[in-house]
């Protein structure tokens, strides 16, 4: 997942190490008056001032002219509302800083960075993220929960006893969970190395080629590729042909297995295992009379129809203008699961789950790493198409405690405000951090 906001920018770190900037921190060092100065500087140019020639220095001015910033100011405000304060100030060292600025529905995670010798003008500034402004799990749980569409969210602590929910929204409730469907795929492949099935050293052939998301579909057709690659590709950046590889590689009724395995409460639903290009294939309009023998018919006899119709549903089929432009078919045509499902998946890779995979799905922390560094580990995978968004994590807090958080919402009507329920789940995971 990308993060929603980048301004970009010329940092200068090199008379300020890192290492030095971390002992600064940890010694608790009290806010310089540059800072505190740069700080406000910051929340008035969000708040529409045009003061750029004295805040910016001329190296971040070229990167990014006046007029180019306010735009990207504009967004953010049109988007998160107007910015009232700021909330904190976290120094690094006396010229580096995270701030927290409120916004009327947020708070942003905002890195600066200014220049050595006074004036100390800003030379860098990184707007990372945002969170939701609730002051409590119940508080960001009936925010959720009041968005359009549904929603289904669940927190729970692994623990190994049966202790209820944190928090929970529509826990047994269908959704479609995209690229979530993904997991299946790594506790399966996971489970075969494990078991002395396989290695993550096995050498596979790339193919059948998927549309992206993702880097390998620019590969020579029938790359050589290692499992592990292919694996970190599809969990790190959604990479869809890894996964399609993977897919044809693991084969359907290992898939069905491990959704069994994992305790999917209506394992049907998910065989069969729809490669990435079948279902966006199976969604266009040239598809529409094999589509609907598709639905209507059950999971044995679907297998048999997937299998005659995937030399027909080829890359050149599917239109991403249709596959990006708003929902199609995600009440039938997707990968399905409720919340209480993808804990139990998730709950099932904490018990089973070897090093390697732990630390693929460590990789890319979705919601932003200044969420993820409030934790001790921070396993991430999420999903989303329009209409979808499904956001999974799997997490060890700095005091030992274990989690697994799943986040649904499906709209069929309409393409969902990503940054919405990506303020709110950021919030959810930073209050949970703090228990």
Do not use: C
Not at 23 to 33: I, K, R
Not at 113 to 122: F, K, S, V, W, Y
Not at 265 to 271: A, G, K, V, Y
């Amino acid at each position: 997942m990308r993060l929603l906001y980048i301004f970009a920018l010329a940092l200068l770190f090199g008379s300020s190490p890192f290492a030095r900037e971390q002992a600064f921190a940890q010694a608790g060092a009290s806010v310089s008056p540059q800072l505190s100065q740069r700080a406000n500087d910051v929340l008035r140019l969000l708040q529409g001032e045009m003061i750029e020639e004295q805040a910016f220095d001329e190296n971040f001015r070229n990167a990014v002219p006046p007029e180019q910033f306010r735009a990207l100011t504009r967004q953010v405000v049109t988007q998160q509302g107007q910015p009232l304060e700021i909330a904190s100030i976290a120094p690094r060292s006396p010229n580096s800083a995270v701030i927290k600025v409120r916004f009327e529905k947020s708070i942003g995670t905002i890195n600066i960075d200014l220049e050595n010798a006074p004036p100390h003008r800003l030379s860098g500034l990184l707007l990372t993220g945002f969170e939701a402004g609730g002051n409590s799990l119940d508080e960001v749980m009936a925010a959720i929960d009041a968005l359009p569409g549904r929603q289904g969210v669940l927190v729970q602590q692994l623990d190994g006893s049966d202790r209820p929910p944190l928090a929970a929204l529509d826990p047994d409730g269908r959704h479609a969970i995209a690229s979530s469907v993904k997991l299946y795929i790594l506790a399966e492949l996971d489970r075969a190395v494990r078991a002395g099935e396989r290695q993550w050293s096995d050498v596979v052939r790339l193919g059948p080629k998927s549309h992206p998301s993702g880097i390998s579909q620019n590969w020579p057709d029938g790359s050589p590729a290692t499992l592990h690659t292919l694996a970190t590709l599809m969990i790190s950046i959604s990479d869809n042909s890894a996964t399609d590889t993977l897919i044809r590689v693991i084969g359907q009724d290992r898939l069905a297995g491990i959704v069994k395995a994992t305790g999917h409460h209506e394992p049907e639903e998910l065989r069969p295992f729809l490669m990435t290009r079948q279902a966006s294939a199976l969604k266009m309009p040239v598809h529409a009379s094999r589509r609907a023998a598709f639905l209507a018919a059950g999971p044995a006899e679907r297998e048999d129809l997937l299998a005659g119709y995937d030399s027909a549903l080829t890359i050149d089929s599917i239109d991403p203008r249709i596959l990006t432009s708003k929902p199609r078919h995600i009440d039938q045509l997707e990968w399905f699961a409720s919340v209480t499902d993808m804990v139990r998946l998730l709950a099932y890779l904490h018990r089973n789950m070897s090093a390697e995979s732990r630390a693929i799905l460590a990789i890319n922390p979705g919601i932003g790493q200044d969420a993820a560094d409030k934790w001790d580990y921070f396993g991430y995978k999420g999903g989303s198409e329009p209409g979808v968004l499904s956001y999974n994590f799997l997490l060890r807090s700095k005091t030992g405690k274990e989690y697994a958080v799943s986040v649904n919402w499906n709209n069929e009507e309409q393409s969902l405000q990503e940054s919405e329920l990506l303020a709110l789940t950021t919030r959810l995971i930073n209050l949970l951090a703090e228990q």
